[in-house]
């Protein structure tokens, strides 16, 4: 697990693609200039770790575009010691951005083989969630909420009741929704019953598996 000078220049490279495409939250860029996303992938793709791409990771799931996993985390707006909830570890690399930030992490993944593979990972690297989870993203965590934020890392068909209801006032959801293409979506709780949606154009995702036992 090696990370090198040449690693750090490629990152270098991939914050300034990040800032000619929008991004300008320093934080989300300071932890994407920092964190070694080569690690995170099978070693066949370490020359693709540091373009704005997607790619495959286990069990058919990718690792997102560093756009998108910008632009998610700077909709969120973490502040340190924010409570977070993720709903789809998969390989990490959101959830090293996210604790990058200051952020308590609570991270759930619903494939068994991601979630032993990356509860194991992280740490190894230094980044430690509060808690990683093997359940169904659609019911979130109801025994840590309230929550200061929400982040969902796959396409969802609808927005679940569970994590609206999950938030804090003041909190913020961040979720891509739709089948074939996703809308990303930021709710705001402005009150018990009372949320804000903003949208934020078209992106793509893996689907969020819903647990059907």
């Not at 756009?67 to 390989?91: H, M, R």
């Not at 979130?140 to 982040?151: N, R």
Request: aromatic share 10%; no cysteine.
């Amino acid at each position: 697990m090696k990370d090198t000078f040449k690693h750090k220049g490629l990152r270098q490279q991939l914050v300034n693609v990040l800032i000619e495409k929008g991004i300008k939250s320093e934080p989300v860029l300071k932890a994407i200039g920092k964190i070694p996303r080569h690690l995170f992938m099978d070693s066949g793709f370490l020359d693709h770790a540091y373009q704005d791409k997607a790619f495959p990771i286990a069990a058919d799931q990718t690792i997102s575009q560093p756009y998108t996993v910008a632009f998610q985390t700077e909709l969120l707006d973490v502040y340190p010691e924010d409570k977070v909830l993720e709903i789809g570890t998969g390989s990490g690399y959101q959830t090293a951005v996210l604790l990058e930030l200051g952020a308590r992490v609570y991270s759930i993944e619903r494939q068994q083989e991601l979630f032993k593979k990356t509860s194991k990972f992280l740490p190894q690297l230094g980044y430690r969630a509060k808690s990683f989870i093997f359940g169904d993203g659609y019911k979130g965590l109801p025994q840590e909420a309230p929550f200061d934020s929400i982040i969902v890392t796959a396409g969802a068909p609808y927005v679940p009741k569970a994590l609206l209801s999950q938030l804090k006032v003041g909190g913020r959801l961040v979720i891509p929704v739709g089948d074939q293409v996703q809308i990303m979506n930021l709710f705001i709780r402005k009150g018990p019953k009372e949320f804000e949606q903003h949208e934020f154009g078209e992106f793509r995702f893996v689907p969020l598996l819903e647990d059907k036992n």
